[in-house]
């Protein structure tokens, strides 16, 4: 586990990412996984990443169900194989009304996932392991479009 955590870590760290310096907040991010290993490896790799982030991470559907509607997350990084409420449902359910970004990590197949409702339009879905270096791709250009967001426009 200690040398996935370091080779994730180091992955990422060599990426060339620059966050604006003038972001007015740091990009919010909640992580939905119930698999505490991965969690773990989540909350090792994520703070790493040279990217201003707000993260919280929950382990069910039920803390993602409130988290979403609390933290209102900019990205929301979720598994569908959840306790309490299942993944899916916490997208068709919460994603609409933050107007967060989101993505799914999961074990589930194209099939499986169809037969338990498909996942909504314009949620990316990667496959596990954990491709951090997408996760932080993902993360990046939400940083810069918003950031982009906030910048004033000089005329």
């Known amino acids: 586990m200690q040398n996935m955590i370091n080779c994730a870590a180091h992955q990422d760290s060599q990426s060339p990412v620059t966050p604006c310096s003038h972001t007015a907040r740091p990009l919010r991010v909640l992580v939905v996984e119930d698999d505490a290993a991965i969690l773990r490896l989540y909350q090792a790799v994520l703070p790493a990443w040279p990217l201003p982030l707000d993260v919280t991470y929950v382990n069910n559907g ?4 409130f988290e979403m509607r609390r933290m209102q997350p900019d ?14 449902k916490v997208l ?39 491709p951090f270096t997408r996760l932080m791709a993902i993360a990046q250009k939400l940083s810069e479009t918003k950031c982009g967001a906030t910048t004033p426009v000089s005329v």
């Open 62 to 65: 039920i803390d993602a169900m």
């Open 75 to 88: 990205l929301l990084v979720l598994d569908l194989n959840i306790p309490g409420i299942n993944g899916l």
């Open 92 to 130: 068709h359910e919460t994603v609409w009304q933050a107007g967060a970004t989101a993505v799914v990590v999961t074990g589930m197949d194209e099939e499986r996932i169809g037969r338990l409702g498909g996942i909504p339009s314009g949620v990316e879905v990667l496959s596990k392991p954990v």
